[in-house]
Structures are given as C-alpha cells and as structure tokens.
C-alpha cells in the first residue's frame, strides 16, 4: 500500500479515539489532574487556567479531548457537575500547592518560568530510582534463572553423552558373544 495513504485501519484507529463519552473525558482530566496533584507536574505542561479552559483542553500526549458542549461542562449540571466540581477543586489545589500563574502561560525568559519546585523533583527522582531498583532486582532474578537453567541443560548434557558411551560399551559385549546379536 502507498506511504502516503492513510490505511483503512489508521483511520479505523484514529477514530475510535475520538469517541470518547463526555464521561470518558471527564474521567481522563480527573485521572491526570489526581497524578499530578500527587507526583507534580511534568516538565513541558500547563495547568489550565480556569474550567473553560479545562473544557477545551486537548493534549495527545496525556489522550485528553477537548468537551464541544460548554452546557455539560458546569458544575451544576445534574449528570456531570460533581467531575466538574473536582476538576475545579483539583485546579485551585495544583495552583495553590505548585505556585504556577493563572492569567497566562510562562514564557521562556519570565521568572516564574525559572521556578523550581523541589519537592516535585525530588518526588519524581525517588520514583525513578525506585524504578530501576525494581526492574534491575528483576533483571538480576532472571539472569539467576536462566544461569540456573544452563548448568542443568550442561549437567543433562554430560548425563546423555555418559549414557550413550554406556550404551555403546554394552552393544560391544552384546555383539562378543556368540549367537547374541543385537536387533
């Protein structure tokens, strides 16, 4: 198929995410807003400024989709309004605890743009370091197995050549003797 074409299964693919239920991205916005809340905002992101901006948020990376309809995005409504209150509460939180401007986005020579939050970093960098220990420890493991795993294929090895000199010491005596042969 051409390069250059888009394949039934591409778009097939890219549609399939464009589909979200208004829940579906309600839910996202909460799930990335709670993490962040947690483990700090990552290097190259924006809280968004207000809910109208939270509606309209769109960012591939994180798979959140902008909400079209700004009546189902309030914190009154009777469905979707209690989300609408945690992503609001959720903004103030990450804006109080991370200090970043809610007027405009931070520019490159700004010295908010400078700030550094520590604990953010330091909790990112725990996280890391726990990760490899983890995935080192089980790198380790395997490696024990699989050594485990070659001095048994080694030691069966060593059995099978034995029994086969065995076997041929046996046919030899077997073949010695008169009237006996083998079959």
Do not use: C, Y
């Amino acid at each position: 198929m051409n390069d250059s074409h888009p394949s039934v299964i591409d778009l097939v693919a890219g549609g399939a995410s464009k589909r979200q239920t208004i829940e579906q991205r309600l839910e996202r916005r909460l799930e990335v807003l709670r993490g962040w809340h947690r483990e700090g905002i990552p290097a190259g992101k924006t809280i968004p400024k207000d809910l109208k901006a939270a509606r309209t948020w769109e960012d591939a990376d994180l798979s959140i989709l902008p909400i079209g309809s700004p009546n189902e995005f309030t914190s009154t409504h009777p469905v979707h309004g209690p989300r609408v209150k945690d992503i609001a509460a959720l903004l103030t939180a990450l804006k109080k605890r991370f200090g970043r401007p809610t007027t405009k986005p931070m520019t490159q020579g700004s010295e908010a743009a400078t700030k550094f939050d520590r604990r953010a970093f330091d909790r990112q960098v725990e996280a890391m370091v726990s990760q490899w220990h983890t995935e080192r420890d089980l790198r380790l493991q395997e490696k024990r197995r699989a050594d485990a795993a070659e001095a048994r294929s080694i030691m069966l090895l060593e059995e099978n050549a034995q029994k086969d000199e065995l076997i041929a010491d046996l046919r030899r005596q077997l073949t010695s003797h008169k009237g006996l042969r083998v079959v």
